[in-house]
């Protein structure tokens, strides 16, 4: 499990699968543990929460496909003021939560997540890793985009340029 406080090497990455016509889907891939925050997610929730991870995935293939990221799939403001962080749910009454940055309805960059069964996710010790991973991908694009490391393609719909994240630090 990577840790908050050191500087984790991941890259974010297109998922094919669910991008389309619609909205681009990425995730993060941590380098360390050599898979993505998404398969994570799907790995610890898969045992019991098969139904749900099922409507997650298609309502996934649906944003990219279909009807774009429309703001009444994500529970906003799951972050701080401006970082664009929210939460994606199947069906508003169900209990697993998927954190994600939400760029408008043409792209997603989604993380990891798990069951909430408490008020606030800062109130949880899983769901509070988990906002707050993203919380920190979240200042990282912006960061090189203010930078002019990372940008939006012409469409708005892909992230060109430098992908990478914490390449350079000595660990």
Not at 48 to 73: C, P
Not at 126 to 137: C, D, Q, R
């Amino acid at each position: 499990m990577y840790s908050l406080n050191s500087k984790v090497k991941y890259k974010l990455v297109k998922l094919h699968k669910f991008s389309g016509d619609e909205a681009s889907i990425y995730t993060v891939y941590l380098e360390a543990e050599q898979q993505t925050l998404f398969d994570r997610f799907i790995a610890e929730n898969a045992h019991v929460y098969q139904q749900e991870l099922k409507n997650i995935v298609g309502r996934l293939k649906s944003i990219g496909t279909k009807v774009g990221a429309r703001e009444q799939y994500f529970k906003q403001k799951e972050g701080k003021p401006g970082d664009l962080v929210c939460a994606l749910y199947d069906e508003p009454d169900k209990s697993l939560r998927l954190f994600c940055i939400r760029y408008g309805k043409l792209c997603v960059v989604i993380g990891g997540g798990g069951l909430k069964n408490v008020d606030a996710w800062e109130d949880d010790p899983k769901l509070s890793i988990e906002a707050t991973w993203m919380i920190n991908v979240s200042k990282d694009i912006y960061d090189k985009m203010q930078e002019g490391e990372l940008k939006w393609s012409a469409d708005g719909f892909e992230l060109e340029g430098d992908i990478n994240f914490n390449q350079d630090d000595d660990e």
